[in-house]
């Protein structure tokens, strides 16, 4: 099991900026992928984006161009970089690894005000 807390949330404008972190402990061995989803109030969780062991990412739609996922393995820690954000990213975001199974952080909220 991977223990996951997410910090970087906050209050921005739009067109604003922010960082997640994503800070891994426990059986990082373990982990063969790990990612990004959130959850905005009245909706499905969405996967925002994900990173394989080889580096490689994938994105959604909704955030391709504007968001990008890396991670310090080193540091055990995953970022989400979010540039141009819209009032409509304002959700509840998490971080997840499978390790096999998906372990899930208790998430940051990003609230972005028009």
């Known amino acids: 099991q991977v223990q996951l807390v997410e910090s970087g949330g906050g209050l921005v404008q739009a067109g604003g900026s922010l960082r997640l972190s994503c800070a891994a402990s426990g059986s990082i061995f373990r982990i063969t992928a790990m990612g990004w989803s959130r959850q905005a109030p009245g909706k499905q969780r969405e996967l925002v984006a994900g990173?394989?062991?080889?580096?490689?990412?994938n994105y959604s739609d909704s955030v391709k161009g504007r968001f990008t996922i890396s991670r310090d393995n080193a540091k055990n820690l995953m970022y989400l970089q979010m540039n141009n954000l819209k009032p409509e990213d304002t959700a509840v975001y998490y971080c997840?690894?499978?390790?096999?199974?998906?372990?899930w952080g208790q998430g940051t909220q990003v609230t972005v005000s028009s």
């Open positions: 997840y690894a499978f390790a096999p199974s998906r372990d």
């Open positions: 990173i394989l062991n080889d580096g490689s990412t």
